[in-house]
Nanobody, 116 residues
Framework: QVQLVESGGGLVQPGGSLRLSCAAS????????MYWYRQAPGKERELVATIAAAGDSTNYADSVKGRFTISRDNAKKVVYLQMNSLKPEDTALYYC?????????WGQGTQVTVSS
């Protein structure tokens, strides 16, 4: 059974940090490109960060570049999103996504709220 389980969300003050984790099971994690998306209320889902299957290439949305870092541990089957210098506009439900050609899997999301 394929599962992607996100964790690490919560309430943080502006300028704070959080590290999100996404634990994978039920598929060959090391073959999949991994993505973090987010969706704020009333807005479309936004691609935040991407990491290649081997972890040797990453990409970021302009809105998070320099503040967020995506990484992965293929041995543990986990992808991370380190989020620093958080802003209120980073408030959203964060999802991880796994893709390999036409196969795609989604997690249920973890809520991040940035507020004083």
């Amino acid at each position: 059974q394929v599962q992607l389980v996100e964790s690490g969300g919560g309430l943080v003050q502006p300028g704070g940090s959080l590290r999100l984790s996404c634990a994978a099971s039920g598929f060959t994690f090391s073959s999949y490109t991994m993505y973090w998306y987010r969706q704020a209320p009333g807005k479309e889902r936004e691609l935040v960060a991407t990491i290649a299957a081997a972890g040797d290439s990453t990409n970021y949305a302009d809105s998070v570049k320099g503040r967020f870092t995506i990484s992965r541990d293929n041995a543990k089957k986990v992808v991370y999103l380190q989020m620093n210098s958080l802003k209120p506009e980073d408030t959203a439900l964060y999802y991880c996504n796994a893709r390999y050609f036409v196969r795609a899997y989604w997690g249920q999301g973890t809520q991040v709220t940035v507020s004083s």
